[in-house]
Each structure stands twice: as structure tokens, then as C-alpha cells.
Nanobody
Framework: QVQLIESGGGLVQAGGSLRLSCAAS????????MGWFRQAPGKEREFVAA???????RYTDSVKGRFTISRDNAKNTVYLQMNSLKPEDTAVYYC????????????????????WGQGTQVTVSS
């Protein structure tokens, strides 16, 4: 059974940092795209970042220059380093893995992934 377990969320003041981790089990994702989405209260779930098997990273514009996605294939884990956090970054963050399609197609679509975690809460206070 495949599981994606997120950790590292919490409460932080604006301008602070958090590092999210997503540990995968049940299969290896070293050749798959992994990523992060988030959903704020009353809003639709949105793409945050993704990293392809060749370590090619993609970000939504609002987090470019502040967030960094990385992966450790030996640990079957993907990370999201979040710096200069803003109150508008407050959301539940979800880890995803393995796109249904190849290349860039579906990379920014939550339903384009086969596996996802239960989410971890990130709250940024002003």
C-alpha cells in the first residue's frame, strides 16, 4: 500500500521559515514527479511546486524566490523549504506523487496525480 506522509507544518510568524517533508512508502518514486499543492480555507486547492525525476523544478509565481522543492531519492522523500512566509501562505499543504501523464502535462493539476497525502497545516501569523 502506497502512503505519502507529510510533516513539518506548524505555526510561524510572517517572515519565518518552515520545511515540509513528505516520506513515501510502498513503492519507489525516484523516476516520478512529486510535488506540493495547498488549500486555504474557502479557496480551491492550488499548485505550489513540483519536481520531476531529473530534478527539474516548477513553481507557482507567488512562491518563486521564497520556496524551494527538493528530493532525496535514497529516502524516497520530497521536501519544500519555505522562507519569507506570508499570511497568505496559510493553508493545508498536500504532497503528491506520480503523474498520470508524461512530461509537463498535468503537472499543475491535482487530479493529474495518482497518489497524495493527508496534508499538513501551515499557519502564518501577521
Amino acid at each position: 500500500q502506497v502512503q505519502l506522509i507529510e510533516s513539518g507544518g506548524g505555526l510561524v510568524q510572517a517572515g519565518g521559515s518552515l520545511r515540509l517533508s513528505c516520506a513515501a512508502s510502498g513503492r519507489t518514486f525516484s523516476s516520478s514527479t512529486m510535488g506540493w499543492f495547498r488549500q486555504a480555507p474557502g479557496k480551491e486547492r492550488e499548485f505550489v511546486a513540483a519536481i520531476r525525476s531529473g530534478a527539474i523544478a516548477r513553481y507557482t509565481d507567488s512562491v518563486k524566490g521564497r520556496f524551494t522543492i527538493s528530493r532525496d531519492n535514497a529516502k524516497n522523500t520530497v521536501y519544500l523549504q519555505m522562507n519569507s512566509l506570508k499570511p497568505e501562505d496559510t493553508a493545508v499543504y498536500y504532497c503528491v506523487a506520480q503523474k498520470r501523464t508524461t512530461g509537463e502535462s498535468g503537472l499543475r493539476d491535482f487530479n493529474g496525480y495518482i497518489y497524495w497525502g493527508q496534508g499538513t497545516q501551515v499557519t502564518v501569523s501577521s
